[in-house]
């Protein structure tokens, strides 16, 4: 069986998206039947249970943070595996020196933003030359942004002798075509690697009946609220909201990954700005509209819009992405998911042979 190591973000700041593309991408390479962990270094926190830790977060951490943290810890504890926490880059270099894997892949998420750039995100300074490496679904910065990439310029040589390099956005394929002359194949996020059906199977996901609509969003304008109300009017359900930052206006529910899947496999619509509340409301069948809230300049520089276009002109939904500069009407049309889950499952088939095919 052969072993390898994942550098990616998986428990670092309570992020659903960040931790389930974490967990779906080992499931994927446990099931192929290789031998992988995740390393926990960084800005990654072990996921202990213990009492010194709980004593620790009882200083660090709000109560509300406290609560969510201890459902992300529990969720990893049981559900992925990991490193014991390696504390400098010289403990990482020597653990990899030492369990000699036979390959290290990088990513989903961001772990390719110019504004946090680590090297062994990029798999270079660790692990001798035999070593394969994979950088699978790479996420960088918007397009408008990708000259702070010549801010690091041994970037061009770490990308460079990494094996097989597969990017999540269209952008991304442009920007290191680009700046480092390197080629690269735009593939799925792994939480699109497992199906609706798995999802709800490996984790044993419940459904409930509770007549809501789900807005699942870091912030919204009133343009934006109106119309969600007004649809949940039209529908005669109340409004959940998962998360929103509105200015000094903030609602969040304290979710574990698993209660954060069930909220969306539960929802009558789905509302989003977060690319992984679009691809959870795509997986479980949810009729759902996608809010523009990051183009412009000021916006958060993580935020990428190019990750939810590259998805929606996929499997033809575009349609389904309403602009912050100029909305329209909710669009009630119910999608057609046999047509979607035929575009996914092709596609899903093609990116798990190009997975194995690059550490084989």
């Not at 590259?310 to 033809?316: C, D, K, Q, S, Y």
Request: charged share 30%.
């Amino acid at each position: 069986m052969k072993k390898g190591y994942i550098f990616s973000w998986f428990n670092s700041g309570r992020n659903y998206g960040q931790t389930l593309q974490a967990y779906a991408l080992q499931r994927v390479l446990t099931d192929m039947e290789y031998d992988v962990k995740h390393i926990c270094f960084e800005s990654n926190r072990y996921p202990s249970m213990s009492v010194l830790r709980k004593l620790k977060d009882l200083i660090r951490l709000t109560k509300s943070q406290r609560t969510v943290q201890s459902k992300f810890d529990k969720f990893i504890c049981e559900n992925m595996k990991v490193t014991n926490r390696l504390n400098s880059n010289k403990q990482v270099q020597k653990f990899i020196s030492r369990n000699k894997p036979d390959f290290l892949i990088c990513g989903s998420d961001q772990v390719w933003n110019p504004y946090n750039i680590h090297p062994f995100y990029f798999l270079a300074n660790i692990g001798d030359e035999s070593v394969r490496r994979v950088a699978y679904a790479v996420s960088t910065c918007d397009e408008k942004r990708k000259g702070k990439f010549l801010d690091y310029p041994e970037i061009k040589g770490w990308i460079r002798q990494i094996d097989y390099i597969y990017v999540r956005e269209n952008s991304g394929k442009r920007i290191f075509s680009d700046l480092f002359d390197v080629s690269s194949e735009v593939v799925l996020d792994p939480t699109l690697l497992l199906s609706g059906k798995e999802w709800i199977d490996k984790l044993k996901l419940k459904t409930y009946s509770d007549n809501y609509v789900l807005c699942y969003a870091f912030n919204l304008t009133a343009e934006q609220e109106r119309i969600i109300s007004k649809r949940a009017k039209e529908l005669n359900c109340k409004i959940k909201y998962g998360n929103i930052i509105n200015e000094n206006d903030i609602k969040k529910e304290q979710w574990s990954p698993i209660e954060f899947l069930e909220a969306i496999l539960n929802a009558k619509e789905v509302f989003t700005d977060s690319f992984h509340g679009t691809a959870f409301s795509i997986l479980f069948h949810k009729n759902f509209i996608v809010f523009d809230n990051g183009e412009d300049e000021k916006s958060d520089a993580y935020y990428n819009i190019d990750r939810m276009n590259t998805l929606l002109n996929l499997i033809g939904l575009s349609h389904r992405l309403m602009l912050k500069t100029s909305p329209n009407m909710t669009n009630k049309e119910d999608i057609d998911f046999s047509m979607v889950d035929s575009i996914l499952n092709k596609r899903r088939k093609e990116c798990l042979f190009m997975l194995r095919r690059s550490i084989e």
